[in-house]
Every structure is written in C-alpha cells, then in structure tokens.
C-alpha cells in the first residue's frame, strides 16, 4: 500500500506545474524561511545571482559588497520553486514586496553592501510584467505612507548560484539565529495589478476570456485553442486587460467565448466549449449563418455543379485547401484531377485530416467525408476515380487554397 502512495504522488508531481523565480531582499536566511512555509512552494533554497563574476561565494559578495569597480556584485537571493495551480506568480511577488523594504538601495537595515540590495530576477514574461506592474501599484501605496522610491533591481535571471550548505534551511538549524524583519507594513489592498493591455485589432476577432486557476479554462486551452489556425486572429486575457473593447456581455464566469467586429461584440458564449461546438460558432461568425458555405458545412447541403467557388479554384497552381473553418489542411493540389462533374476531386485527404462516416439520407447509400476538427461537412467519397480509386467529391465553398510557397510561413509546424 505504501509503495502504491508513493507511486501516486511521484505520478502527481509529474504533472505539477513548477515555475521558479529569484527574490532578493535582504539577508537570505529570513527570506528563505518566509517563502519555504508558503503553501505551494516546492522549494526555497538560499543563493547568490545578480552578479558578473562566476562561481560566487559568501566570502568574494562579502569582499564585493562596497566595491565600486567595474565588478557587478552578486546579491543574496532565494530561488523559489513553485506549484502555480496553488500559488500565483502575483501572490508570491505581492509578497516579496511586502516583505522587506524596497527602498533602501544597497541595503537592508543594518546590513549595509551591495550584496543586500533589494532584487527579482524573473525566468518568464508574465513574472516580468507582473513585477513591472506590481512594482508601480506598490509604489504609489509605500509613497502615500511617506517611504522613498523603490530601487529594486528587476531583470531576468541569469544563473542562480547555490549558496554554501550551511547557509540552507539556516534558521531551521539555528533557531535563535539572526532573523530581521525589515518590512514596511505597507500592505497591497484590493488593488487591480495589470500586467499587459489588449485592444481591438480592427476587423473580426475572437477574444478569449479566462481566469487562474480555472480548470475549464485549461481545459479549454489544451483541447480547443491549442490547436487553433484558423484565419480570425484569437487571442487569451483576463477580462482586466481588455481596453477600447464595447461588450455587451457581463462577464460571469470563464471561460467566456468573444466574438468582435471592429471592437464590438458581436455573439459570446460564457462556459466551456467542446471542440465542435466552438468551430461551429466560428463557422457562423466568419461565413454567417445565412451563407452557403455555412449551409454546406453545418447544415450537410451540396454547392451547384461549376459554382462560382468551383471555378475560382480552378486555376489555383500547386498548393493545398483548407478548411475555411479550422485552417487546417485537408487535401493537396496533387492528390487533385478534373472528374468533369463540377465538384472538387481529390483521390485522397491529407492524413489524419478527415473523417469518414455512413450516410444514408435520401435513400442513398454513401460515405460522408467530415472535417476531423471542425465537424464540417465537406462531401463524399465514391469509388468511381480512374485507376479503380476513390474519388472524394469535396465542395469547394467550405475550403481555402493556400499556396505552397506560402505554405511554410503560414503553418510552420
């Protein structure tokens, strides 16, 4: 039974999402000891960073400290290790904020050098922007309670030095050690903290709303928007970030669906979409519910023979078609021949891309052939090609023609 446990948990830890991030703020012995008892950090552990030299140790930041030479000196920080479906990034930087005394410069306290400067070394964008951000709320709050200007040094991490063994988990092994306390007691409120800003490109868009923490908004990410190339720009934020945007929705719940034209909502949808279900939306919005190519796709009707759709294709050179819905490819000019019916053939769909399925409307007996992503319809397969092949009869208004030389650059993977 033990053992079982013990698998489980390693099993767990697999699928944690770890995000690391250095704090400087002061001595590191407290500072270690404050974010190693915060629920879901993994781990904290004491180290130097910040500086040009390799390899420091206690001895050269200590030697560096007042050292006004070309040499950067290192500062004392803390790697923090972190589960972020437990902690947030901004809960934890709120946190350093709060922790120490940011205005200081080369110190904290009484401990005097540059070695106790106030530092965040980010490893992401988003720790970046939060740190940026949070910095401007925090100083507005910390000059209202009449401390000076933040002199906190905010740049990406380049190497974290592990600090020497005795000085990990310090306080833990010295428990009437030395433990300052040099925080403000300014204290972040209900502040909005805004990282990044988004305004309307102009034209359709597909803006998603989400949220941390929200386990439908993973979901929906790692099933739908993951896999999203279709033509109408979409884009993932927190409802905050939004700007210039006029919605008509009240956001109550993510995460929330946006469909825009020119800035303006135009239908949205609150709740998690399967993949279906959301391409079908699209499908509305970018073809419009009273088209053909709507009707082709999500209604299973069949273009006129030699439609207009049909005859722009004709002379479209070496390339592939698309799913108008989807963006994904579905069949290769190669695979192409004039079956002289006035319908789109094909001897075969790119692999993968299609699905087939019995369709037996109108007394007839066929193969239907489905986009696999999307679920639109897209014709049928017969077995009347030359060669004894397949023939797949495909409607031309459901596709776009992408060509080859472009091909790359549009869908690098």
């Known amino acids: 039974m033990k053992t079982i446990l013990i698998l489980i948990a390693l099993s767990l830890s697999l699928f944690a999402k770890t995000q690391t991030i250095v704090f400087g703020a002061g001595c590191f012995w407290g500072v270690e000891k404050h974010f190693e008892n915060l629920e879901g950090v993994t781990s904290a552990k004491s180290g130097y960073a910040g500086g040009n030299y390799a390899n420091p140790t206690y001895k050269t930041v200590l030697k560096y400290r007042n050292d006004n030479t070309s040499v950067i000196n290192h500062t004392e920080v803390v790697e923090v290790v972190y589960d972020d479906s437990k902690i947030s990034t901004q809960t934890l930087i709120k946190s350093f904020w709060e922790l120490h005394n940011p205005t200081q410069g080369d110190r904290q306290g009484n401990d005097k050098g540059n070695n106790y400067r106030s530092a965040l070394y980010y490893t992401n964008e988003k720790q970046k922007n939060l740190a940026l951000s949070s910095k401007d709320v925090y100083q507005k709050l910390l000059s209202k309670a009449g401390f000076g200007t933040i002199s906190t040094e905010i740049k990406p991490l380049k190497k ?17 050690g030395y433990c300052p306390n040099h925080a403000t007691h300014v204290k972040f409120g209900n502040e909005k903290i805004i990282t990044d800003t988004i305004s309307p490109l102009g034209g359709k868009e597909i803006v998603v709303i989400d949220s941390e923490h929200c386990r439908f908004c993973e979901k929906f990410k790692s099933k739908v928007t993951d896999h999203y190339k279709g033509s109408i720009p979409l884009r993932t934020a927190h409802q905050e970030v939004l700007k210039g945007f006029k919605l008509k929705t009240k956001i109550q719940g993510t995460p929330t669906i946006i469909f825009i034209k020119d800035g303006k909502e135009v239908e949205a949808y609150t709740g998690y979409m399967d993949e279906k279900t959301f391409y079908k939306a699209v499908g509305a919005f970018k073809l419009g ?3 053909e190519g709507y009707d082709v796709a999500f209604k299973k009707r069949t273009d006129g023979r030699f439609c207009k759709q049909y005859d ?7 390339g592939v078609f698309v799913d108008k819905v989807s963006g994904d490819i579905l069949f290769d000019t190669r695979d192409r021949f004039n079956s002289g019916t006035g319908w789109l053939s094909f001897f075969k769909a790119v692999e993968g891309s299609t699905v087939e399925k019995a369709d037996n409307a109108y007394g007839m007996r066929r193969i239907e052939i489905l986009a696999k992503k999307s679920g639109a319809h897209l014709g049928h397969v017969f077995n009347d090609a030359p060669g004894g092949k397949q023939r797949f009869c495909i409607n031309a208004t459901v596709l776009e023609f992408v060509p080859r030389a472009k091909l790359k650059k549009t869908y690098p993977n």
Do not use: I, R
């Open 289 to 291: 519910v009273d088209s």
């Open 160 to 176: 974290f030095y592990s600090a020497e063994e005795y000085h990990q988990n310090y306080l833990e092994k010295n428990p009437l």
């Open 312 to 318: 722009a294709f004709k002379n479209t050179g070496d």
